[in-house]
């Protein structure tokens, strides 16, 4: 297959370009910079150009763009995450639909923090509960589901009738990659800081990388699969366990606590967010258990233990593990 990635230069586009790649596939990724081999090819995200032409004749299309989650909420910054995601996601479907030869599905990056911050029960796509007016919350939270709606509002509004669409509602992806999010919590707790946050009672979804992997291939393969799917661990956990069982893992026997307000300076000094840490994201796989999907790590406790040794294994240059 020839498959193309927009937004392709960041973890999960990593790991999705090595997977494809070892699998023989040819992958073409879009980037703000090309590569001289063809195999990254230059895009602004937002018009149309000789980048189109990589789409016509594809397979498939994974759009993976939008700016990095991972800052302070400002409301410049938001602006900028609202913008990438809604004008990536046009241009992508602008091109399809332009494209003599469009492909047959096209998987677009949406985001699992669209649903409620809940404790109560979990999120899965027929039942789950969208977020935006829950009572309890910071207001400005709501920004963040109301990207998430933009996002996937572009996806469906999108001409194109011969492209399958499906909206990868993804929750917080696993692997051992240097300066992924997996990187940042073991560095935590190899710092004796990964203790519970603000009680720890938050919830926290995940899935492998490995298991991203698969259900993708999943629905790249499955004809009969449109809309919402949630890419995420069937077993999401409150944030004190999950922490706890990563401490286990690595063999650190120790995790400092934060408080709220701890949490709000730590936040403020690393440039971030703490509605990435602080938001109850109790979300499920429902559609992928339903068509018949097997994880291979469905248990944090075991696939925390699996990420950690392949983390060790790996080279001090940050050379990444291979996903198959």
Known sequence: MKIVIPGGTGQVGQILERAFTSGGHEVVVLSRTASGDGRVVAWDGRTQGDWARALDGADVVINL????????YTRANLDAMLASRVDSTRAVGEAIARAARPPRVWLQMSTATIYAHRFDAPNDEATGIIGGDEPDVPAYWAYSVDIAKAWERTLEEAATPRTRKVALRTTMV?????????????GLVRKRLGGPMAGGSQYLSWIHDRDLVRAIDLLIARDDVVGPVNLASPNPLPQRAFMAALREAAGVGVGLPATRWMAKIGAFFLRTDTELTLKSRRVVPGRLLELGFRFEQPSWPEAAADLVARWRAMPRDGAPARSR
């Open 65 to 72: 763009a939008g700016r990095s989650v991972n800052c302070r």
């Open 174 to 186: 696993m692997s051992p990659d240097r300066d992924g999010i997996f990187d940042v919590l073991l």
